[in-house]
């Protein structure tokens, strides 16, 4: 029995059909799965880190969700420990360490006030660092290739997160955050001065009617310098 040729090209032509016809859609996919993603980057670079939270519903599907996902988690847990720098500053025993009622309560050896301004400054040293290090492009390349997606959507993750108004974001504030982490650590440190030079000069002051007195002109404007460094 043969096979008309005739009737060979007419399956070769449904054949070449379909093959167009599923490579059409396989494209039109990958460019509406594009545009998504380009959307929810947009949505991303748009946001106020500290008050706006992330849309973390996925909109992509198969490999690209992946990569939704992950700028999406990256972004909101840098906003989490955005939050935790915030919370650490923030904070009344902070501000208040100075009052007369604190130095009469803790005095005169200070040892739960430097306890509590050396545990803040570790602290705030160890998130700063972590937030330091979340804006580097090798941290956030980071959190892709441990999904282990095909090399082509970590190129894609790359575009949207380096390559957008994110990655320019997220360098200013790389540089505000160093320069924050240090004036915050250079504040807490004149905060310690202070007490250490009360406790080293215990029998040289006293708290009377709200003040703290001192039993000469030197020592008073040695403090008085101190207090001024924390002010500055």
């Known amino acids: 029995m043969k096979v008309k040729k005739k009737t060979i090209m007419m399956i070769l032509v449904v054949v070449a ?7 059409g859609g396989y494209f039109g ?3 509406y799965q594009e545009y998504l993603l380009s959307r929810e980057t947009d949505k991303i670079g748009n946001l106020d880190i500290l ?5 973390t519903k996925i909109y992509t599907s198969g490999d690209y969700a992946i990569v939704e996902k992950t700028m999406k988690d990256y972004i909101s847990d840098y906003g ?8 650490l500053v923030d904070d009344d025993t902070l501000k208040n360490l100075l009052t007369v009622e604190r130095i009469e309560q803790d005095g005169k050896e200070f040892n739960e006030t430097l306890t509590y301004l050396n545990q803040k400054k570790t602290d705030i040293e160890t998130v700063m660092n972590q937030m ?3 804006t580097s492009d090798q941290e956030i390349m980071n959190a892709i290739k441990k999904t282990n997606v095909p090399v082509s959507y970590q190129n894609l993750y790359r575009k949207m997160m380096l390559d957008s108004d994110i990655a320019g974001a997220l360098k200013q504030e790389q540089n505000d955050l160093i ?9 807490i440190d004149d905060y310690i001065k202070i007490f250490e030079f009360l406790k080293a000069n215990d029998s ?9 007195l001192f039993q000469n002109e030197s020592l008073y404007q040695q403090y008085q310098t101190l207090v001024n460094n924390l002010q500055n």
Do not use: P, W
């Open 132 to 134: 330091i290090a979340m």
């Open 204 to 212: 040289s002051y006293m708290v009377s009617n709200g003040q703290i």
């Open 80 to 87: 989490k420990v955005s939050q935790q720098v915030i919370a």
């Open 51 to 55: 008050n706006d939270k992330v849309d």
């Open 29 to 31: 996919y990958q460019k």
């Open 17 to 23: 059909i379909l093959i167009l016809v599923a490579c």
């Open 179 to 187: 320069d924050t982490r240090e004036k915050t650590i250079a504040f």
